[in-house]
Every structure is written in structure tokens, then in C-alpha cells.
């Protein structure tokens, strides 16, 4: 006769006699009169996510609350991420702008046109008009710094300098790329 048995799990945090603490996960399940279990020590891999907890939630904290708008996207120019600032900055919130294409939404084709021909001669290649003008540089690991212009939510335009850099992987890869923006409108009004 076969039958489910269902088996329980929790994982808990015991002080040791000396004085130190490890992580238990334990794993047990009824059977008869009896409780079967297994039980694996843990603490190591607890260590580690609380580390990476804590690094998380310092990098959150630093995007957060720069004072300059910071926006990241994937190899292909689609916004996967977009601190507070920059949300004030262009008048949308993350959700309106994840998953958007960061040439389409946010800067002018005309803008882009003019870029990819001053780069192009600059560079000795042709480039793209598209989310190459942006990545042109970044992708050969040099800093791409220009003044452009956001177009924000409700239409106006707002003057930034933004620096472009490339997001490596721990293969020494691309795996996407980082604008951090700051508003030049006070600059330009002097």
C-alpha cells in the first residue's frame, strides 16, 4: 500500500556551549509512533545571505538616495532599473519606465542622429543612431560623458550630462550598461 508521508522543515539558529551560534535546517516526517529526521548544518550558508542581504540593501541605500538619476538597461538599451531621483528627474515612476527602450522614451531621434554623426567621426566607425550612440564608447571601455536631452514625462525637455558605463559580469562580460544623468537646467540658465 503506498502512501504520502509528509515531511516538515524549518531551519533554526542554537547557541553552542561556546558561546557561538550555527544554523540547523532540520527535516522530519511521522511515521507510526515514531518521528524520522534529518538535520544539515546550515551556519555557512547563512553567513553568506546575510552578507549578501546586507550588501543589497547598502547598494539599494546608495541608489536610493544619490543625487543623480541613475538608470541601468540590458545589452539591448531595454530599462531594467531606475532610482528615486531619476524617477523626479523625468516624471514617470519604475514601472512606467522598466521593460521601456531607453532611446525611444527618453531622448529625441533628431538628438540621436546628431550624436551618432559626431561619434562616428570621432571614433573612425559608423555609429548606429540607435542605443549604439549611447554604448558606442562604453562597450570599448571608454567613459562616454555628453550632454543630452531627457524628454520627460509630460513633454519638457531637461538638459542632463550623462556618463555612460558598461555593467561587467564575473566572466568579464557585458551584461548591461549603467546612465547616471545630473539636471545641467541651473547651469543653463546662468
Known sequence: MSFQTKVYGFTNRYRCKDGTYRWLEWHSYPKDALVFATVRDVTERKIIEEKLERLHNLHSAILENAGYSIITTDTSGIITSVNRTGEELLGYNKGELTGL??????????????????????????????????????RMGKPHEYEWTYIRKDGKHL???????????????????MGIASDLTEKKRD
Open 101 to 138: 527602450d531607453v532611446g525611444v522614451t527618453l531622448h529625441s531621434r533628431e538628438e540621436m542622429i546628431r550624436h551618432a554623426a559626431m561619434l562616428s567621426e570621432k571614433l573612425g566607425q559608423p555609429v548606429n543612431a540607435g542605443f549604439e550612440v549611447f554604448i558606442a564608447e562604453a
Open 159 to 177: 538638459p542632463v550630462l550623462l556618463k555612460v558605463t558598461s555593467l561587467i559580469d564575473s566572466k568579464k562580460e557585458i551584461i548591461g550598461y
